[in-house]
């Protein structure tokens, strides 16, 4: 059982393995998250993405460790509008901060998982001076001293050092021409530098649980304008990467044990995605789906529920099918059969991977359908069904008789199969 478990996962994650290759993901975590001790578990799993091939840069926060820095010198935060002003002494902890995580990440990214293959592994991991920065200067009467914003990024040389195989590792400071240092917003140089760089993913590891809607339930996705209408400041950054060229933003909690693989090697994840194209859309249905419509309707075959369809059969009539895709897979498919004459249309074939039963796809894909019959100016629509009457009558449709049907349908009727006839008026 546990080692067909592992095939099943290796396969399902082997799509994943081969996409990603070559790609390049920021990721960005706190300074929170490398003081706790599952961080060298985070730090591994890092390591095995820059193992598989990924181009990694890595954008680390200091919060935590600059409050304790300051502690040390007997002094408190300051923070207007959750931005720090950042005095001298500040900036001497800021430093002080960096210098510190910097060296803890470096030092884990040196050494392999001990007992297994990457034990011996080298990573070459590369900083530098790549951000210039600015001051945000004074802002409604307060001096925010050495906090910065982000002038310019060397673009260039960061692309230099991955294309030599180095994950990147960047704190959050940046250099003026004339020698000044200034502290900046960790989210923001991960945004920016993503940008920058056009890079395939931009990934944020929160301190928070996920992002949730008011019922508690987890968002999955989020679509470019969906993210600009919540007030959330999670999602700012999000936005700004999106509205900029990065396709694919992902959230997600660093409290969950092995996130960052989670979300990268499994069709679901665990976190939320911003995207700016939809990672789960309805749409026709092409010759290349043939495959991925037979796999949803074997199992429905074998049990009775659908009639048989041949590859032959189904191959020549695709235009009349629709598939809901999940990142690239076949998750569910309807066809609709039109008899424009009596403005009745059949509604046929509807399968729903079992995956993902109990999210009411089912019904998603049927309302599409419902809009695409009305817009043929299709009055009525009929399915034929021996076990999933009470599914359709609870979406609208009543029993109807044989008699109700166009006359060509009723030709070729199964009086074998004794299937119910239910109509539904649009």
């Excluded at 400041?233 to 990467?241: G, P, S, W, Y």
């Excluded at 989670?262 to 495959?291: H, K, Q």
């Amino acid at each position: 059982m546990i080692q067909q478990q592992f095939i099943d996962w290796f396969r399902s994650a082997s799509p994943y393995i081969h996409a990603h290759r070559g790609n390049t993901f920021v990721i960005c975590f706190g300074g929170e998250a490398v003081q706790d001790r599952n961080f060298s578990n985070l730090i591994h799993d890092i390591a095995l993405l820059n193992s598989l091939g990924i181009r990694l840069f890595l954008v680390h926060g200091i919060r935590p460790q600059i409050e304790q820095e300051l502690n040390i010198r007997g002094k408190k935060s300051n923070y207007v509008n959750n931005i720090r002003i950042t005095d001298e002494i500040a900036l001497k902890s800021v430093k002080a901060a960096c210098g510190e995580v910097r060296a803890e990440i470096e030092s884990l990214l040196s050494m392999g998982l001990a007992n297994s293959p990457t034990a011996n592994f080298n990573i070459c991991v590369t900083s530098g001076n790549f951000i210039t920065a600015r001051p945000i200067g004074i802002r409604n009467g307060i001096d925010f001293c050495h906090t910065g914003e982000i002038r310019q990024i060397d673009i260039k040389t960061i692309s230099q050092r991955l294309d030599d195989g180095c994950i990147v590792l960047i704190s959050p400071l940046g250099y003026s021409p004339t020698g000044e240092a200034f502290n900046l917003l960790t989210e923001e140089v991960a945004a920016t530098v993503a940008i920058g760089l056009k890079t395939n993913k931009l990934i944020y590891l929160t301190e928070n649980e996920g992002l949730f809607n008011k019922n508690g339930q987890l968002l999955r996705q989020l679509t470019l304008e969906e993210a600009k209408l919540k007030d959330d400041n999670q999602l700012k950054n999000a936005v700004q990467a999106c509205q900029n060229g990065i396709q694919r933003v992902h959230l997600l909690s660093r409290h969950i044990e092995g996130a960052l693989l989670l979300e990268l090697f499994t069709r679901d994840g665990i976190g939320t995605l911003v995207s700016t194209d939809p990672y789960e859309n309805i749409r026709n249905a092409t010759i290349d789906d043939v495959g991925g419509i037979l796999e949803l309707i074997k199992p429905l075959e074998k049990s009775g529920i659908l009639v048989r369809r041949s590859r032959e059969k189904l191959e020549m009539e695709i235009d009349y099918f629709t598939v809901q895709e999940r990142d690239g897979m076949v998750i569910a498919c309807a066809a609709l059969y039109p008899f424009m004459e009596d403005k009745i249309a059949e509604l046929a074939c509807l399968a729903v991977h079992k995956y993902y039963h109990g999210a009411d796809r089912g019904g998603t894909l049927l309302n599409f359908l419902e809009r695409k019959a009305q817009q043929l100016k299709i009055g009525q629509i009929f399915i034929l069904t021996t076990q999933t009457a009470h599914w359709f009558q609870e979406r609208g449709f009543q029993i109807a008789n044989l008699q109700d049907l166009p006359v060509e349908k009723r030709k070729i009727y199964n009086y074998q199969r004794q299937a119910k006839v239910l109509i539904k008026q649009l």
